[in-house]
């Protein structure tokens, strides 16, 4: 349940009493509304989507029911859903001031998260659309619910001092630190230390610390988005209502336990006094298909008996100025069937700021209502007809295979009944067979007419819906098969999906996202560290800091096949491919940039059903954060460019000239340095030949 509660004004003109008899009043009138014309519908609904006979079947005669309806909504979910959980940059919030653009990306990433995995958010879009195709109308609730996350710690031999240390360091302001720890049995502590260089070591005993080993649990209360999916007969609004903020009464029928509003507040007395049993709808029974109520835990001492309230978004003026507020009321009935008891209570009541947190889907919109149009009044007569005509078609076979015989008095019936093939058929005494004693009425064949009925309704059902038999995989040799008339056939019937998605984005998704935005800025305490997935590493975010409100973009492109998608993204990769060369290769602009590659990559990942395109590529913001900004491009003049180009040659040129010098005088110097060692050689040689002259000169003349 929420917990948003400003505070009560003790002199408000309406009271609790007034608040509650106004609230039944209008619960009332709305509960008349489903339990009339819209109940009806959705019980007929769920009968042709399960093809539930009509009533009207023979005894002996075909009993078929066709399933036009299950296949129009069962063709039309997987695009729906691909379109709607596939691709993580579904909704992209807009900054709406300079400023706020590093905002704008942490809701486009953040709100998403919360959705798809910290809620059931597969399921809950799953319930929404499909109900809104079936029955008109599908709904869901953004609410915030206090939750206790209970972090456990080990803690092995550390002494006290330590784990008040750990503790202060992992608890947050107003946590809870649970401690489940028991002293370690360890032996003294024994320490050596030398007295002197000349002293042998002697051991003395330390004083023993004493250590602790178990676990830690420290609680943080914490404020989560809760989004649940709203079952279309427990929504309750206004019969006359519009829209969903300018109704007067606005909620829905909500499931509890005693648990739960004990949590509240609500003690045992209080909770006895709240009426409990709730009669199950037709057409819960039917999904449910036998549901039995008293299967249910009644003890009234039970605290998981099923408890009903009510969420009312209601306007009324509350502080007698004249003028009506929006408060949000969170009432039960009473258990009694009069006075006080049965007025039943409020149990929540507060000022509310901003939209009912309420939204409501409709597939196929009507002016100026907010209940529009489902797939089902679109289809139920062409499954009627469907039915009849398939019905008549084998009826028409089984005559065919096996027409009606006209016997005489000569023929034993008993045999003539036994369709055992092959088993003859007996005649009387004195009969012969030649005599024309069996003759078979001849049926007319009416197969071919059945045929081309059965298609041209299958044609009409396309033109209603948009779904064709292209769209299930199936094949048709009356039309034409070539790729531009395929092309052309897919694109006719992609209209119609494509409106049809549209409209939930444009209305309930859009609504769904803009209401968790909020939800999540209200339940923020400071920065928010998440996993996002396919990623390198966490993400960070901080809602305290996000404006009030962003507008928003919800992006439904590519609802038809796979295929046809794949085609558009390979086209655009191509250009892409010229582009960049018509740039020199470059990837930072004028026409193509690293981040649109980025981009389509992704695109492409997500078509191909990779929920985590960051596996196979970088993202855009990780291609996008360290590339600096392109330079702006400057046209350049054939004349500079000779210019340049001539330049280029003579500074080649004189490089190679500096370089033949360069070798010529190394070249040089090498010689000269040969030709320096040989004369030292010589000149070694030379003086030792006169040495040795001058020694033999002077032995021969001694």
Known sequence: ??????????????????????????????????????????????????????????????????????????????????????????????????????????????????????NEGFRILSDLLKDALMFRLGGVTVDLEEVDDANTIAVQGLPLDAVRLLAAGQAEEGATVVLDLTADKVKEPVATIALAHELPDVPLPLPAEEHLSGTMTITHRRRRVVIEGIAPEDIRF???????????????????????????????????????????????NDRQEGFVAGQERKDSHDSERPLWLCVAYIRADDDGDGVSELLRVVYAHGAGTGGAAAAGRIIERMRWDGPAAVALATPILMPH???????????????????????????????????????????????LIDWTPGAP???????????????WLQVPNVTAGALTALEHFAGVRENRTGVSRYNQGLDADSLNKTLGGLDRIMSASQQRQDLIARVFAETAIKRLY?????????????????????????????PTQWPDDMDLSVDVVGIGNREQSLGHLAMIGSLQEKLIALQGGRTDGPFVTAGNIASGAQKLAETLGYRTPGLFFQTTEQVTAGTPPAPPTIPIDPGVMLANAEIERLREQTAAEIRIKEQKAAAEIEIARFKARHWVEIQRLKSGMQSTLHVDGRQKLD
């Not at 489902?374 to 076979?397: E, P, W």
């Not at 058929?425 to 003759?439: F, K, Q, S, T």
């Open 514 to 542: 803009r209401l968790i935005y909020r939800a999540i800025r209200q339940a923020a305490t400071g920065p928010v560290r998440y996993w996002p997935g396919g990623a390198s590493a966490f993400a960070d975010c901080d």
């Open 1 to 118: 349940m929420a917990d948003r509660r400003t505070p009560t004004v003790d002199d408000r003109s309406l009271s609790d009493s007034d608040l509650l008899d106004l609230l039944r009043r209008e619960e009332q009138a709305a509960a008349d509304l489903q339990e009339g014309v819209l109940s009806a519908l959705r019980r007929e609904a769920i009968a042709y989507y399960d093809r539930e006979p009509f009533g009207d079947e023979q005894e002996g005669a075909s009993q078929i029911v066709t399933s036009e309806f299950a296949d129009v909504v069962e063709s039309l979910m997987p695009g729906l859903m691909r379109v709607f959980t596939a691709a993580d940059d579904l909704v992209r919030f807009s900054p709406g001031r300079p400023g706020e653009e590093k905002w704008a990306a942490e809701a486009s990433r953040y709100v998403p998260h919360v959705l798809m995995q910290q």
């Open 425 to 439: 058929i007996r005649l009387r005494a004195g009969a012969r067979p030649g005599d024309n004693h069996v003759a």
């Open 369 to 415: 209502a907010l209940v529009g149009r489902a797939l089902f009044d679109q289809v139920q007569d062409l499954q009627q007809l469907g039915s009849v005509i398939t019905r008549g078609l084998l009826d028409n076979l089984y005559l065919v295979n096996r027409p009606r015989p006209v016997i005489s008095d000569h023929v034993d019936f008993d045999s």
């Open 238 to 284: 206004s019969p006359g209502a519009r829209h969903e903020d300018k109704a007067s009464f606005l909620g829905y029928v909500k499931r509890t336990t005693a648990s739960e509003l004990a949590k509240l507040g609500l003690d045992e007395e209080e909770i006895e006094a709240l009426e409990g049993h709730r009669p199950v709808s037709t057409e819960e």
